[in-house]
């Protein structure tokens, strides 16, 4: 059986992105998340991930987004002050 949608359990809907929106996006990218840039302009996830594609589809030069290695991190730090065996 469906689940019953009323006005507690239904998704905002997002707007619709716009030219600045584009703008916004493509000059901020490499200094925001995704994420931040979604709630700044107050638009969903995956609308930043299309316009991201779109614009590299187009042939903008926009960098890749990785996960930061923080192990990898902390492990360099005791490398450096000498508390772990290199």
Known sequence: MARKVTTINRKKPAKEYDIDDVDFTFKNYSQMTATQIAKER?????QVNQIVSGLR??????????????????????????????
Do not use: H, M, N, W
């Open 42 to 46: 107050e638009l969903a996830l995956f």
């Open 57 to 86: 589809k187009a042939g903008a030069k926009l960098p890749k987004k990785t996960q930061r290695d923080i192990i990898g991190e902390y492990v360099a730090t005791l490398k450096k002050s000498q508390r772990v065996a290199v």
